[in-house]
């Protein structure tokens, strides 16, 4: 099955500056690529999704990129705030039948 | 949030008793996942399912069991429920169609004493 590396598990960053997840996967077939936020006692919740036919997708402050080559993706968001502090998951699948995911990165943003 | 209801919420239960959770969705999803969330493992997969009857195993699907006799309910079971599944264990469903949102529940904590 498909396996997802993400990195850095902590993230530490001040307020203003911007934050970048990085995330690999194994199998060539996957082609969707979410990311997932999850707050201390919550649910984890979708904050942005690529499309294997994409390269790069953006949302207010927050882009995600897709390199199929490498088959590496990554979060970047930018002029970071305190509500941004969660923990981020990335996650790849190969159609619906399987959704294989990252093991998180804490991102802490310092007023 | 879409209207997935796991049950119960909290659950404290002995080694060697059989457990099962409960997921229920209101959004007529067709696939529905059961998920475990421990620290530095982010969320693994058990089991999924992609229609009614139709499951498959996860990659730590050792020990649990799942069913799925009605399109809104994913019941995942413990048969001999160990110490090692003491975890947080979340249901998620997707619509048809590749490539979409999944949507979580609100998560079950399990502990096994």
């Known amino acids: 099955g498909e396996n997802v590396e993400q990195h850095p598990s902590t993230l530490s960053v001040q307020e203003g500056d911007s934050a970048v997840i990085k995330c690999t996967y194994s199998?060539?077939?996957?082609?969707?690529f979410p990311w997932y936020k999850q707050e201390l006692g919550k649910r984890p919740q979708l904050i942005i999704d690529?499309?294997?036919?994409?390269g790069e997708k953006k949302d207010q402050r927050i882009a995600v990129t897709l390199n199929k080559t490498a088959k590496h993706f990554s979060l970047h968001i930018t002029e970071t705030q305190p509500e941004d502090s969660a923990v981020y998951f990335c996650?790849?699948?190969?159609?619906?039948?399987?959704?294989?995911f990252g093991a998180g990165t804490r991102l802490t943003v310092k007023p | 949030d879409a209207g997935i209801t796991q049950s119960p919420r909290h659950k404290v239960t002995e080694t060697g008793t059989p457990v099962t959770l409960r997921c229920h969705q209101t959004?007529?999803?067709?696939?529905m996942y059961w998920y475990r969330q421990d620290p530095g493992h982010g969320l693994r997969l058990i089991h999924y399912?992609?229609?009614?009857?139709?499951?498959d195993k996860g990659e730590v699907s050792d020990g649990y069991s799942v069913s799925r006799s009605k399109t809104e309910d994913f019941l995942l079971t413990l048969e001999s429920a160990t110490s090692s599944q003491t975890s947080v264990y979340f249901c998620?469903?997707?619509?048809?169609?590749?490539?979409?949102?999944?949507?979580f529940g609100q998560g079950t904590r399990l502990t096994v004493v």
């Open positions: 996650a790849a699948s190969i159609g619906d039948n399987d959704m294989r």
């Open positions: 199998d060539s077939a996957s082609n969707y």
């Open positions: 690529i499309r294997s036919n994409v």
């Open positions: 959004e007529n999803h067709r696939y």
């Open positions: 399912s992609y229609g009614v009857k139709d499951t």
């Open positions: 998620a469903t997707k619509g048809r169609g590749s490539a979409t949102e999944a949507f």
